[in-house]
């Protein structure tokens, strides 16, 4: 069984950061990388981090955030600078992994909320 815990979230006012980080125990396969939704919008893509460590982000973050990952803790981080009210949302982290009897399944974490505001 996978577990997923997102911690790091709070408020912050425009233009600060926060990093956030994701653990992860259990049969994982790989940490994926970050979601993030806004209240009334759909769930979006932030960042993603392969297993051979390559990352992507979407547009908006890009030059703003940065994602890692600890391999020997198994933890993958999301360091948010520069932050814009638009960030406000609850982020989320992914992950693959196998449940008790070896299936392969999707895991996300409860979410952190993010708001960023003065």
């Known amino acids: 069984q996978v577990q997923l815990v997102e911690s790091g979230g709070g408020l912050v006012q425009p233009g600060g950061s926060l990093r956030l980080s994701c653990a992860a125990s259990g049969s994982i396969f790989s940490i994926n990388g970050w979601y993030r939704q806004a209240p009334g919008k759909q769930r979006e893509l932030v960042a993603v981090?392969?297993?051979?460590?390559?990352?992507n982000y979407r547009d908006s973050v890009k030059g703003r955030f940065t994602i890692s990952r600890n391999n020997a803790k198994n933890m993958v981080y999301l360091q948010m600078n520069s932050l814009k009210p638009e960030d406000t949302a609850v982020y989320y982290c992914?992950?693959?992994?196998?449940?008790?009897?070896?299936?392969?399944?999707?895991?996300w974490g409860q979410g952190t909320q993010v708001t960023v505001s003065s």
């Open positions: 981090i392969t297993r051979g460590g390559g990352t």
């Open positions: 992914n992950a693959d992994g196998r449940d008790y009897r070896g299936v392969r399944s999707v895991y």
